[in-house]
């Protein structure tokens, strides 16, 4: 029988960056998910907004807060995250992942994808943060792959979290508009996956056609939940902590993966 010490893994629908500043129920909802497990000895988290051609992972003593959005209030602007990095356990992941090449970069830091979720979770930002870049150069199996390998992590005390949107299609959004018919569709269909762990269902999303198409023009958004599905273990249960369709295109459903033991 696995530990009951076992950290959760989550994804959460991050959204607008304005949740960052706004009171609503994501938030909330992202508030409680800190107070409701100990606190973790680090956060490794895979954000959508970090695209490269190979895996890297953060690996400076304090990573800095990066604004990679434009056309927002200065308030949003003005927000630091200050948590500290760990170099040390940077490595030893880099290393655990090992024949994969994982670079140590020193230049990213916490994008908005992570901070954004993390100063509502965790706002005194005590909690050594990590973020693993998505490599765009590969398919949704292997991002499954590699979430099933970071798995282990979770044993160490550290939060597997994945940040993105089940449903995100900017071309799309609608001030005030309801969702669209694709939209809830597609989203109901994960969200069905993801309760039952069909991970099949998951990986091979785009067998859903038009509705998939419409849903995920492009990958990075979906891509951290795959790493989330591969933690799941065969003593875990999966539940839904948040939903709703905002702008008529954007999910903002978050996933907590716990230990059922």
């Not at 994008?111 to 949704?140: C, E, F, R």
Request: proline share 7%.
């Amino acid at each position: 029988m696995q530990s009951s010490q076992r950290m959760p893994a989550i994804f959460v629908g991050h959204g607008s960056p304005m949740n960052a500043i706004e009171d609503n129920d994501y938030t909330r909802a992202w508030q409680q998910l800190g107070q409701r497990f100990p606190a973790p000895k680090a956060i490794l988290m895979i954000s959508a907004h970090w695209m490269t051609h190979g895996v890297g992972i953060t690996a400076m003593a304090a990573p800095p807060t990066i604004h990679d959005f434009g056309g927002f209030p200065q308030a949003l602007f003005d927000i630091r995250y200050p948590a500290p990095g760990d170099p040390a356990l940077a490595a030893q992941i880099a290393a655990s992942l090992a024949p994969l090449p994982v670079a140590l970069d020193q230049e990213w830091g916490l994008d908005h994808g992570t901070w954004s979720v993390l100063v509502k979770m965790y706002p005194q930002a005590q909690i050594p943060v990590l973020q693993l870049s998505l490599d765009m150069t590969q398919p949704a199996q292997w991002h499954f792959e590699l979430g099933r390998r970071l798995s282990a992590l979770r044993e160490q005390g550290i939060l597997l979290m994945g940040s993105g949107n089940v449903v995100h299609n900017l071309r799309r959004v609608a001030l005030h508009a309801p969702a669209y018919d694709w939209a809830q569709r597609f989203n109901d269909v994960m969200r069905e996956a993801i309760l039952t762990q069909d991970m099949d269902k998951l990986i091979h999303y785009e067998q859903f056609g038009q509705d998939a198409a419409l849903s995920v023009p492009t990958t990075e958004h979906f891509l951290p939940l795959l790493y989330i599905a591969g933690s799941v273990t065969a003593d875990d249960q999966i539940s839904i902590v948040a939903e709703g369709m905002d702008l008529g295109s954007i999910s903002m459903m978050s996933v907590v993966v716990t230990n059922s033991q």
